[in-house]
C-alpha cells in the first residue's frame, strides 16, 4: 500500500506521505500505530500494532490514504 500510495501521488503531483509512528503504553507492553500526512490531510491506522509489526501500521495507514483520495 505504501508503494501504491507513493505511485498515486507521484501521478497527481502530491508530496511523498509523512508517516508519524506514534506508541501508547498499554500494561507492561507498547502498542503503535501511524498517522500519515498527505495532500493537506491527515490519516490514521485502524489498529495499534506490537512493536515488531510497526510496517503492518503504516501499510494500514497507507491503505486508508489511497482508498480515500482515491
Known amino acids: 500500500w505504501q508503494r501504491k ?3 498515486y ?3 497527481q503531483c502530491f508530496a511523498h506521505p509523512l ?3 506514534i506508541s501508547d503504553r498499554r500494561g ?3 502498542a503503535w500505530s501511524c498517522t500519515l500526512s498527505v495532500a493537506g ?3 490514521a491506522a485502524r489498529h495499534w500494532y506490537g512493536g515488531q509489526y510497526v510496517q503492518n501500521a ?3 495507514a497507507a491503505e486508508l490514504a ?5
Do not use: P
Open 9 to 11: 501521488c507521484m501521478a
Open 41 to 43: 490531510e491527515t490519516f
Open 28 to 30: 507492561g507492553r507498547t
Open 58 to 60: 503504516k501499510e494500514d
Open 66 to 70: 489511497l482508498q480515500s483520495l482515491n
Open 19 to 21: 508517516y508519524s509512528i
Open 5 to 7: 500510495l507513493d505511485e
